[in-house]
């Protein structure tokens, strides 16, 4: 608005952006020098930033090592490489000399297994006959 309303003050041929910048400065500047409410300052004791419980993280490492030692070994490589080296289907496939569609669908039955043991289900889950 303020430069809209002092366009006559622009000079012609000087950059327009930076005539622009310095209104919007001059504007803060001004806000600034103006006084305002006072400030309150928060009591940082006060405030509790909420934290996770952190008491099961123990148990939860250890019942996850424990299903994934129950995965049959390809399927463990194949999780393991994705979920915790956090390479892509193409590095796993060249680093264990199998084709891409292999390590997609042992990544899925690994989850999948995983899934089920974690959740207390020791049955693995059964495959559909497909005809």
Do not use: C, K
């Amino acid at each position: 608005m303020r430069a809209w309303t002092r366009a006559a003050q622009w000079r012609a041929g000087s950059d327009l952006a930076v005539w622009l910048l310095s209104i919007m400065h001059n504007l803060r500047v001004d806000q600034l020098r103006r006084p305002g409410p006072p400030l309150t300052f928060l009591d940082t004791q006060a405030l509790e930033v909420p934290v996770r419980a952190t008491q099961t993280d123990q148990r939860e490492l250890a019942d996850l090592a424990r299903a994934l030692a129950q995965l049959p070994e390809e399927q463990r490589a194949v999780l393991l490489l994705v979920g915790l080296e956090g390479l892509g289907y193409a590095e796993v496939a060249a680093t264990l000399d199998i084709p891409i569609g292999t390590v997609m669908s042992r990544l899925a039955r690994g989850r999948e297994r995983l899934r089920h043991l974690l959740a207390g289900q020791e049955s693995a889950p059964q495959l559909r006959v497909v005809r």
